[in-house]
């Protein structure tokens, strides 16, 4: 596989792996199902992947850890903190609010290196900022681990464009992680011409819509009682019913192309820019594999036009998040 560059020092796979859904927020799944799945991703030249200490919370760092052991030397692992967790809950209940304090923040690394069981993380993030703390501050302390070489790269996610740049004035961020797909467009504008004129990778989660692009599902009773998507205002019946049609369109322009609806919005994605890596998950090995394979799509400007137009987000019903909590989408 390709690679692009995150920063001016890390250098991954075009294609990354969101790892959260093998133990958080979908379902999860069994844990030799989910080894096998990692292992065939770096099979693949996927070496980029992409946990936190927030799912499960701690039970998908130590699974990517222990998956990921004996390709140590051939990864890129990259890990997030940033909230107070209540480890007598599980799931999304477990967050208890967001913690950007620098002595938090070593103390989250420590645990982290110690779940991964390795020596440095490869892109540590701060998962949310803390509006209580200044940014100067989170970062000088993650800097610390930098200098301390317990930490190769940093990076923030779900921050705009001023905080980017106080940041990266402290110390230089090696990406962005926001989510970013055809129906959530909202780092277009300030937020990525900020890390195109940085140097800074973006990293956009769920560029599949959260799997609603794959078309692959079509109701909300497909999803399961624990499934975070339950809780987000474009997967109510109603939303997901009207915007069903959105989907044909994007399936039946893949069907033209002889790809999969899932590739086509991938590969949307990847076009627009070659410091942009995305992370779509995967628990199946199959989607996994059509996900590595969209990074050998190339679509010409009218494709992306066309499409761009054709899915406006302001077409989708339903925001992207409801009043699930104050760190939710918060920059």
């Given at each position: 596989m390709?690679?692009?560059?995150?920063?001016?020092?890390?250098a991954?796979?075009?294609?990354?792996?969101?790892?959260?859904?093998?133990?958080?927020?979908?379902?999860?799944?069994?844990?030799?199902?989910?080894?096998?799945?990692?292992?065939?991703?770096?099979?693949?030249?996927?070496?980029?992947?992409?946990?936190?200490?927030?799912?499960?919370?701690?039970?998908?760092?130590?699974?990517?850890?222990?998956?990921?052991?004996?390709?140590?030397?051939?990864?890129?692992?990259?890990?997030?903190?940033?909230?107070?967790?209540?480890?007598?809950?599980?799931?999304?209940?477990?967050?208890?609010?967001?913690?950007?304090?620098?002595?938090?923040?070593?103390?989250?690394?420590?645990?982290?290196?110690?779940?991964l069981?390795?020596?440095?993380?490869?892109?540590?993030?701060?998962?949310?900022?803390?509006?209580?703390?200044?940014?100067?501050?989170?970062?000088?302390?993650?800097?610390?681990?930098?200098?301390?070489?317990?930490?190769?790269?940093?990076?923030?996610?779900?921050?705009?464009?001023?905080?980017?740049?106080?940041?990266?004035?402290?110390?230089?961020?090696?990406?962005?992680?926001?989510?970013y797909?055809?129906w959530?467009?909202?780092?277009?504008?300030?937020?990525?011409?900020?890390?195109?004129?940085?140097?800074?990778?973006?990293?956009?989660?769920?560029?599949?819509?959260?799997?609603?692009?794959?078309?692959?599902?079509?109701?909300?009773?497909?999803?399961?009682?624990?499934?975070?998507?339950?809780?987000?205002?474009?997967?109510?019946?109603?939303?997901?019913?009207?915007?069903?049609?959105?989907?044909?369109?994007?399936?039946?322009?893949?069907?033209?192309?002889?790809?999969?609806?899932?590739?086509?919005?991938?590969?949307?994605?990847?076009?627009?820019?070659?410091?942009?890596?995305?992370?779509?998950?995967?628990?199946?090995?199959?989607?996994?594999?059509?996900?590595?394979?969209?990074?050998?799509?190339?679509?010409?400007?009218e494709?992306?036009?066309t499409?761009?137009?054709?899915?406006?987000?302001?077409?989708?019903?339903?925001?992207?998040?409801?009043?699930?909590?104050?760190?939710?989408?918060?920059?």
């Amino acid at each position: 596989m390709t690679k692009r560059k995150l920063g001016p020092h890390l250098a991954v796979s075009a294609v990354g792996l969101g790892c959260m859904g093998m133990s958080h927020a979908y379902g999860g799944q069994d844990e030799r199902d989910a080894i096998r799945t990692l292992h065939r991703a770096v099979e693949l030249g996927v070496d980029f992947f992409d946990t936190a200490e927030v799912y499960g919370p701690f039970e998908n760092e130590i699974l990517v850890g222990k998956a990921l052991k004996p390709y140590r030397d051939k990864v890129a692992i990259a890990t997030k903190f940033g909230f107070r967790i209540d480890t007598s809950k599980h799931g999304a209940n477990a967050i208890a609010g967001v913690d950007g304090r620098p002595e938090h923040v070593r103390e989250v690394a420590e645990a982290s290196l110690k779940r991964l069981g390795v020596e440095a993380i490869d892109l540590f993030y701060q998962h949310r900022p803390d509006p209580q703390v200044p940014i100067e501050d989170t970062v000088g302390a993650m800097a610390d681990l930098v200098n301390a070489g317990k930490v190769r790269a940093l990076g923030l996610s779900e921050v705009g464009a001023e905080t980017l740049r106080r940041a990266h004035a402290v110390h230089p961020m090696s990406a962005l992680q926001s989510e970013y797909s055809l129906w959530t467009r909202d780092p277009e504008g300030d937020i990525l011409d900020a890390c195109r004129e940085l140097g800074i990778g973006f990293v956009p989660f769920s560029p599949l819509g959260r799997g609603f692009l794959t078309g692959k599902i079509h109701k909300a009773e497909e999803l399961g009682d624990d499934d975070f998507r339950r809780t987000l205002p474009r997967f109510s019946p109603e939303n997901m019913a009207a915007n069903a049609s959105l989907v044909k369109l994007l399936e039946d322009m893949a069907a033209a192309k002889g790809i999969t609806a899932a590739q086509l919005a991938l590969a949307w994605v990847l076009n627009q820019g070659d410091f942009i890596v995305p992370i779509p998950g995967a628990r199946k090995i199959a989607h996994l594999e059509q996900n590595v394979a969209a990074a050998r799509i190339a679509l010409a400007p009218e494709e992306l036009r066309t499409l761009g137009e054709m899915l406006a987000p302001e077409k989708f019903a339903g925001n992207r998040y409801g009043d699930t909590g104050a760190w939710v989408g918060k920059r």
